[in-house]
Protein backbone atom coordinates (compact mmCIF):
# COMPACT_ATOMS: atom_id res chain seq x y z
CA UNK A 1 0.00 0.00 0.00
CA UNK A 2 2.96 2.40 0.63
CA UNK A 3 4.55 1.66 -2.08
CA UNK A 4 1.08 2.21 -4.44
CA UNK A 5 0.90 5.59 -2.46
CA UNK A 6 4.30 7.03 -2.79
CA UNK A 7 3.47 6.10 -7.29
CA UNK A 8 0.89 7.76 -7.49
CA UNK A 9 1.80 10.77 -4.85
CA UNK A 10 5.48 11.58 -7.29
CA UNK A 11 2.68 10.69 -10.77
CA UNK A 12 0.45 13.62 -9.63
CA UNK A 13 2.60 15.90 -7.62
CA UNK A 14 0.92 15.27 -3.93
CA UNK A 15 1.99 16.49 -0.76
CA UNK A 16 0.31 14.84 2.33
CA UNK A 17 -0.60 16.63 5.45
CA UNK A 18 -1.39 15.13 8.62
CA UNK A 19 -2.66 16.15 11.66
CA UNK A 20 -1.33 14.73 15.24
CA UNK A 21 -4.98 13.24 15.65
CA UNK A 22 -4.52 10.99 12.44
CA UNK A 23 -3.60 7.11 13.51
CA UNK A 24 0.37 6.56 14.12
CA UNK A 25 0.65 4.68 10.48
CA UNK A 26 -0.57 7.71 8.65
CA UNK A 27 1.71 10.25 10.47
CA UNK A 28 4.52 7.83 9.58
CA UNK A 29 3.57 8.47 5.91
CA UNK A 30 2.84 12.21 5.28
CA UNK A 31 5.18 14.64 4.25
CA UNK A 32 4.28 16.58 7.08
CA UNK A 33 2.63 16.54 10.74
CA UNK A 34 1.88 19.66 12.54
CA UNK A 35 -0.70 21.54 14.48
CA UNK A 36 -3.07 23.39 12.87
CA UNK A 37 -1.12 26.93 12.61
CA UNK A 38 2.12 24.84 11.13
CA UNK A 39 -0.64 23.39 8.67
CA UNK A 40 -2.03 26.09 7.39
CA UNK A 41 1.48 27.79 6.74
CA UNK A 42 2.36 24.28 5.03
CA UNK A 43 -0.47 24.42 3.04
CA UNK A 44 0.12 27.66 1.73
CA UNK A 45 3.83 27.40 1.00
CA UNK A 46 3.74 24.12 -1.34
CA UNK A 47 4.64 23.84 -4.46
CA UNK A 48 2.77 20.50 -4.63
CA UNK A 49 -0.18 20.23 -7.20
CA UNK A 50 -2.69 18.32 -5.13
CA UNK A 51 -2.68 18.80 -1.38
CA UNK A 52 -3.82 15.33 0.46
CA UNK A 53 -5.39 16.34 3.89
CA UNK A 54 -5.30 13.93 6.62
CA UNK A 55 -7.70 15.76 9.12
CA UNK A 56 -10.65 16.81 9.21
CA UNK A 57 -13.00 18.84 6.99
CA UNK A 58 -12.48 22.59 8.43
CA UNK A 59 -8.41 21.79 7.89
CA UNK A 60 -8.52 20.53 4.11
CA UNK A 61 -10.93 24.00 3.45
CA UNK A 62 -8.40 26.05 5.20
CA UNK A 63 -5.83 24.80 2.85
CA UNK A 64 -8.10 25.55 -0.14
CA UNK A 65 -8.39 29.01 1.01
CA UNK A 66 -4.78 29.89 1.55
CA UNK A 67 -3.79 27.78 -1.42
CA UNK A 68 -6.66 28.30 -4.19
CA UNK A 69 -5.29 27.18 -7.08
CA UNK A 70 -4.32 23.96 -5.51
CA UNK A 71 -6.41 20.85 -5.98
CA UNK A 72 -7.34 20.08 -2.04
CA UNK A 73 -8.73 16.31 -1.35
CA UNK A 74 -9.63 15.39 1.79
CA UNK A 75 -9.51 11.11 2.41
CA UNK A 76 -13.04 10.87 4.33
CA UNK A 77 -15.46 14.15 3.48
CA UNK A 78 -17.61 12.89 6.58
CA UNK A 79 -14.66 13.44 8.46
CA UNK A 80 -16.09 16.69 10.46
CA UNK A 81 -15.46 18.44 14.06
CA UNK A 82 -17.89 19.12 16.62
CA UNK A 83 -16.68 22.68 17.62
CA UNK A 84 -17.12 23.60 13.28
CA UNK A 85 -20.51 21.75 13.66
CA UNK A 86 -21.57 23.90 16.76
CA UNK A 87 -21.64 27.20 14.78
CA UNK A 88 -24.36 27.15 11.39
CA UNK A 89 -23.59 29.69 9.47
CA UNK A 90 -27.24 31.16 9.60
CA UNK A 91 -27.35 30.78 13.32
CA UNK A 92 -23.48 32.80 13.50
CA UNK A 93 -24.82 35.58 11.33
CA UNK A 94 -28.13 35.98 13.26
CA UNK A 95 -26.13 35.69 16.62
CA UNK A 96 -23.52 38.46 15.48
CA UNK A 97 -26.31 40.95 14.90
CA UNK A 98 -26.18 41.65 18.55
CA UNK A 99 -22.80 42.60 18.50
CA UNK A 100 -22.34 45.08 15.65
CA UNK A 101 -19.46 46.67 17.49
CA UNK A 102 -16.97 43.80 18.52
CA UNK A 103 -14.23 42.50 16.48
CA UNK A 104 -15.09 38.90 15.58
CA UNK A 105 -12.26 36.03 16.81
CA UNK A 106 -12.47 32.55 15.38
CA UNK A 107 -11.06 29.98 16.28
CA UNK A 108 -9.57 28.20 13.01
CA UNK A 109 -11.85 25.21 14.14
CA UNK A 110 -15.00 26.57 12.07
CA UNK A 111 -16.53 26.72 8.39
CA UNK A 112 -15.40 28.83 5.61
CA UNK A 113 -18.75 30.53 6.06
CA UNK A 114 -18.18 31.42 9.78
CA UNK A 115 -14.46 32.75 8.73
CA UNK A 116 -15.65 35.06 6.08
CA UNK A 117 -17.86 36.84 9.10
CA UNK A 118 -14.72 37.01 11.04
CA UNK A 119 -12.36 39.99 11.52
CA UNK A 120 -9.10 37.41 12.19
CA UNK A 121 -8.99 34.28 12.91
CA UNK A 122 -6.59 32.11 15.77
CA UNK A 123 -5.48 28.69 16.79
CA UNK A 124 -4.88 27.18 19.92
CA UNK A 125 -0.68 28.14 19.39
CA UNK A 126 -1.58 31.93 19.00
CA UNK A 127 -5.07 32.49 20.66
CA UNK A 128 -3.46 34.30 23.58
CA UNK A 129 -1.14 36.88 20.64
CA UNK A 130 -4.27 37.47 18.67
CA UNK A 131 -6.66 38.67 21.54
CA UNK A 132 -4.09 41.20 22.50
CA UNK A 133 -3.37 42.35 18.99
CA UNK A 134 -6.87 43.94 19.52
CA UNK A 135 -6.94 47.04 21.01
CA UNK A 136 -7.81 47.41 24.29
CA UNK A 137 -10.77 49.75 23.94
CA UNK A 138 -12.46 47.48 21.50
CA UNK A 139 -14.78 44.44 22.35
CA UNK A 140 -14.62 41.36 21.13
CA UNK A 141 -16.62 38.41 20.37
CA UNK A 142 -14.88 34.58 20.67
CA UNK A 143 -16.05 31.56 18.61
CA UNK A 144 -16.73 28.88 18.72
CA UNK A 145 -14.79 27.23 21.29
CA UNK A 146 -16.56 28.49 24.69
CA UNK A 147 -13.71 26.84 26.81
CA UNK A 148 -11.10 27.75 24.57
CA UNK A 149 -12.63 31.04 25.18
CA UNK A 150 -13.34 31.30 28.61
CA UNK A 151 -9.55 30.17 29.74
CA UNK A 152 -8.23 33.07 26.75
CA UNK A 153 -10.51 35.57 29.34
CA UNK A 154 -8.52 34.18 32.20
CA UNK A 155 -4.96 34.64 29.98
CA UNK A 156 -5.74 37.87 29.00
CA UNK A 157 -8.14 39.70 31.11
CA UNK A 158 -10.32 40.59 28.15
CA UNK A 159 -13.85 40.03 28.51
CA UNK A 160 -15.07 38.87 25.76
CA UNK A 161 -18.51 37.53 24.59
CA UNK A 162 -18.31 33.71 23.48
CA UNK A 163 -20.47 31.34 21.46
CA UNK A 164 -21.24 28.44 22.96
CA UNK A 165 -19.40 25.28 21.31
CA UNK A 166 -17.47 22.55 22.06
CA UNK A 167 -14.74 19.83 21.24
CA UNK A 168 -16.61 16.70 22.03
CA UNK A 169 -13.44 14.90 22.41
CA UNK A 170 -11.50 17.57 24.91
CA UNK A 171 -14.87 18.32 27.02
CA UNK A 172 -15.15 14.72 28.47
CA UNK A 173 -11.95 14.33 29.90
CA UNK A 174 -13.23 13.39 33.68
CA UNK A 175 -11.60 15.13 36.30
CA UNK A 176 -11.89 12.18 39.03
CA UNK A 177 -9.39 10.07 36.57
CA UNK A 178 -6.95 12.49 36.26
CA UNK A 179 -6.86 12.99 40.32
CA UNK A 180 -6.06 9.03 40.64
CA UNK A 181 -3.42 9.26 37.53
CA UNK A 182 -2.08 12.24 39.95
CA UNK A 183 -1.98 10.25 43.01
CA UNK A 184 -0.50 6.63 41.04
CA UNK A 185 1.95 9.24 39.07
CA UNK A 186 2.98 11.86 41.80
CA UNK A 187 6.41 12.88 39.44
CA UNK A 188 4.27 12.74 36.45
CA UNK A 189 3.88 16.32 34.74
CA UNK A 190 0.00 17.03 33.34
CA UNK A 191 0.09 18.46 30.00
CA UNK A 192 -3.65 19.58 28.40
CA UNK A 193 -5.08 20.94 25.55
CA UNK A 194 -6.72 24.09 26.07
CA UNK A 195 -10.01 23.19 24.28
CA UNK A 196 -10.62 21.18 28.33
CA UNK A 197 -12.77 22.73 30.72
CA UNK A 198 -11.18 24.49 33.56
CA UNK A 199 -11.83 21.82 36.12
CA UNK A 200 -9.37 19.47 33.75
CA UNK A 201 -6.99 22.92 33.29
CA UNK A 202 -6.85 23.70 36.98
CA UNK A 203 -4.25 20.65 37.48
CA UNK A 204 -2.34 21.52 34.46
CA UNK A 205 1.66 21.82 34.38
CA UNK A 206 1.77 23.12 30.99
CA UNK A 207 -1.55 24.05 28.58
CA UNK A 208 -0.68 24.44 24.99
CA UNK A 209 -1.57 23.59 21.36
CA UNK A 210 -0.40 19.50 20.07
CA UNK A 211 2.79 20.66 18.84
CA UNK A 212 3.97 23.01 22.08
CA UNK A 213 2.81 19.94 24.18
CA UNK A 214 4.85 18.12 21.91
CA UNK A 215 8.15 20.53 22.55
CA UNK A 216 7.27 20.66 25.74
CA UNK A 217 8.00 16.88 26.12
CA UNK A 218 11.06 16.94 24.46
CA UNK A 219 12.92 19.80 26.65
CA UNK A 220 10.93 18.07 30.12
CA UNK A 221 13.51 16.56 32.62
CA UNK A 222 10.41 14.71 34.03
CA UNK A 223 9.93 10.74 32.76
CA UNK A 224 6.69 10.69 32.93
CA UNK A 225 3.87 12.69 31.49
CA UNK A 226 -0.19 12.54 31.52
CA UNK A 227 -1.43 13.70 28.54
CA UNK A 228 -4.94 15.24 28.05
CA UNK A 229 -5.47 15.24 24.62
CA UNK A 230 -5.91 13.47 21.94
CA UNK A 231 -3.59 10.33 21.93
CA UNK A 232 -2.22 10.51 18.35
CA UNK A 233 -0.02 12.92 20.21
CA UNK A 234 1.92 10.28 22.04
CA UNK A 235 3.18 9.23 18.66
CA UNK A 236 5.36 11.56 18.13
CA UNK A 237 6.22 11.79 22.23
CA UNK A 238 7.19 7.99 21.65
CA UNK A 239 9.46 8.44 18.79
CA UNK A 240 11.10 11.49 19.97
CA UNK A 241 11.56 10.57 23.76
CA UNK A 242 11.82 6.49 23.65
CA UNK A 243 12.83 6.48 27.42
CA UNK A 244 9.85 8.48 28.72
CA UNK A 245 6.33 6.94 29.66
CA UNK A 246 3.19 8.85 28.56
CA UNK A 247 -0.05 8.16 30.26
CA UNK A 248 -3.14 9.42 28.21
CA UNK A 249 -6.08 10.49 30.25
CA UNK A 250 -9.75 8.80 30.42
CA UNK A 251 -13.08 10.37 29.82
CA UNK A 252 -15.75 10.14 32.08
CA UNK A 253 -16.97 7.48 30.34
CA UNK A 254 -14.52 5.51 31.23
CA UNK A 255 -12.81 4.73 27.65
CA UNK A 256 -9.34 5.37 27.91
CA UNK A 257 -8.68 6.24 24.09
CA UNK A 258 -10.32 9.29 23.77
CA UNK A 259 -9.64 9.11 20.08
CA UNK A 260 -11.54 11.68 17.63
CA UNK A 261 -13.89 10.11 16.06
CA UNK A 262 -13.64 11.90 13.05
CA UNK A 263 -10.13 12.02 12.83
CA UNK A 264 -9.68 8.94 12.60
CA UNK A 265 -12.11 8.33 10.01
CA UNK A 266 -9.04 8.59 7.55
CA UNK A 267 -7.43 5.34 7.06
CA UNK A 268 -4.67 4.08 4.51
CA UNK A 269 -7.41 2.64 2.42
CA UNK A 270 -9.33 5.86 2.14
CA UNK A 271 -5.73 7.73 1.39
CA UNK A 272 -4.77 4.95 -1.35
CA UNK A 273 -8.42 5.38 -2.64
CA UNK A 274 -8.15 9.70 -2.33
CA UNK A 275 -5.01 9.14 -4.48
CA UNK A 276 -6.40 6.60 -7.11
CA UNK A 277 -9.27 8.68 -7.78
CA UNK A 278 -8.11 12.01 -6.82
CA UNK A 279 -10.79 12.68 -4.72
CA UNK A 280 -12.62 13.74 -1.80
CA UNK A 281 -12.00 17.62 -4.04
CA UNK A 282 -13.27 20.81 -1.42
CA UNK A 283 -14.91 23.03 -3.69
CA UNK A 284 -15.76 26.46 -2.25
CA UNK A 285 -17.52 29.15 -3.33
CA UNK A 286 -15.37 31.88 -4.60
CA UNK A 287 -16.89 34.73 -3.19
CA UNK A 288 -16.36 32.87 0.48
CA UNK A 289 -12.99 31.70 -0.20
CA UNK A 290 -11.66 35.34 -1.07
CA UNK A 291 -13.80 37.13 2.86
CA UNK A 292 -12.45 33.85 4.62
CA UNK A 293 -8.69 34.44 3.53
CA UNK A 294 -8.90 38.48 4.72
CA UNK A 295 -9.00 37.00 8.48
CA UNK A 296 -6.46 34.40 7.86
CA UNK A 297 -3.95 36.29 6.10
CA UNK A 298 -4.63 38.31 9.00
CA UNK A 299 -3.52 36.12 11.86
CA UNK A 300 -0.36 34.71 9.51
CA UNK A 301 0.68 38.06 9.13
CA UNK A 302 1.07 37.99 12.94
CA UNK A 303 2.01 34.69 13.95
P1 LIG B 1 -4.02 22.10 17.44
O1 LIG B 1 -3.27 21.01 16.76
O2 LIG B 1 -3.92 23.37 16.67
O3 LIG B 1 -3.62 22.24 18.86
O4 LIG B 1 -5.59 21.74 17.40
C1 LIG B 1 -6.14 20.69 18.10
C2 LIG B 1 -7.42 20.25 17.52
O5 LIG B 1 -8.35 19.92 18.20
C3 LIG B 1 -7.52 20.19 16.09
O6 LIG B 1 -8.78 19.82 15.73
FE1 LIG C 1 -12.87 18.89 16.30
FE2 LIG C 1 -12.24 18.13 18.75
FE3 LIG C 1 -11.93 16.41 16.76
FE4 LIG C 1 -10.29 18.54 16.97
S1 LIG C 1 -10.45 16.83 18.40
S2 LIG C 1 -11.32 17.80 15.12
S3 LIG C 1 -11.70 20.08 17.83
S4 LIG C 1 -13.88 17.28 17.47
Redesign the pocket.
Known amino acids: MLKRIQELKEKHNVVILA???QDPAIQDMADFVG???ELSRKASATDADIILFCG?HFMAETAKIVNPTKKVILPDMDAG?SLADSAPPDKFKEWLRNYPEHVVISYI?CSAEVKAMSDIIC???NAKKIIESIPKERKIVFAPDRLLGKYMIKETGRDMVLWNGT?QVHEIFSEKELVTLKVKHPEATVLA?P?CDENILIHADFIG???AIINYVKKAEEKEHIIVTEPGVIHQMQKNNPSKIFIPLPSDTGCSCNECPHMRLNTMEKILDSLENLKHEIILDEDIRAKALKPLNRMLDIV
Do not use: Q
Open positions: HYYDSLVCNTSACHESTS
